[in-house]
């Protein structure tokens, strides 16, 4: 199974080095990794990403491979909205999920390079619906980016979960962030969620800008609670 997991990801990322050989600045995805941004997409614009997760494992010692796609779509008034799809194939399987999703930007001063947000991530299971339960997470963040070329951008804010959680899951926890561009295409990027929950991870790896439309990430997560509690994420997003 380990094997079949390696080889279904070299697939998966062979099909994303042919995109990115063929492709034509982006602008930041409204994620840092999975972890809220302060950014929205702009009026009439959509971004679509396809996403790719797999813990390193046989399914018998908790191996997983997570595929699905994520749509924004930007509206007036500094909001957006959007919408994910994610299966997990695992041992036993997971239920398809869906997450509708809305983010407002209510502060921006580009001038000084500071941003606030705020928004929720619905979590709803389609399949096997008696096994799991519809959650929320509602959500404000602020940013502060710096002036130059390659100047770091710092995000952070916090988290509360509602719905019928389980025992022992972290309601509320802080969010942070971090985007430090290495050059003019690509950067170097990080994301944490405190708390032991499905949001309990920090990811660090690297974003890369293709074109004006198109961009490329990867990055390792690692859990808060857990032995190999981790996995390799791998993203392609393009603008519309």
């Not at 239920?95 to 809305?102: D, K, L, Y």
């Not at 502060?107 to 929720?120: I, P, Q, W």
């Not at 660090?204 to 990867?218: E, N, R, V, W």
Request: glycine share 14%.
């Amino acid at each position: 199974m380990k094997n079949q997991s390696i080889i279904r990801f070299a697939l998966f990322a062979a099909c994303a080095l042919c995109i990115i050989s063929n492709a034509s600045g982006v602008k930041a995805q409204s994620t840092i990794f999975d972890k809220p941004s302060t950014s929205v997409e702009s009026p009439g614009k959509v971004y679509l990403e396809l996403d790719f997760i797999t813990h390193f494992a046989s399914y018998a010692d908790g191996g997983y491979q997570t595929f699905g796609p994520r749509v924004v779509v930007g509206l007036p008034g500094n909001t957006e909205i959007g919408i994910n799809g994610f299966y997990t194939r695992a041992k036993p399987g997971e239920p398809i999920e869906i997450q509708p999703n809305f983010k407002w930007q209510f502060y921006s001063d580009e001038t000084r390079g500071l941003a606030a947000a705020a928004g929720v991530l619905l979590s709803i299971p389609v399949r096997r619906r008696r096994e799991g339960t519809t959650t929320a997470m509602f959500y404000a963040v602020g940013s502060k980016s710096f002036e130059g070329n390659y100047g770091p951008t710092f995000t952070a804010g916090g988290y509360t979960l509602a719905g019928r959680l389980e025992e022992g899951t972290t309601k509320h926890g802080v969010l942070l962030g971090y985007e430090q561009p290495l050059s003019k295409r690509i950067s170097f990027l990080a994301d944490w969620a405190s708390g032991n929950n499905d949001y309990g991870y920090v990811v660090a790896g690297t974003g890369i800008t293709l074109s004006t439309k198109d961009s490329f990430y990867a990055g390792y997560n690692f859990g808060n609670q857990g032995r190999g509690n981790n996995s390799l994420g791998v993203y392609y997003g393009r603008s519309f």
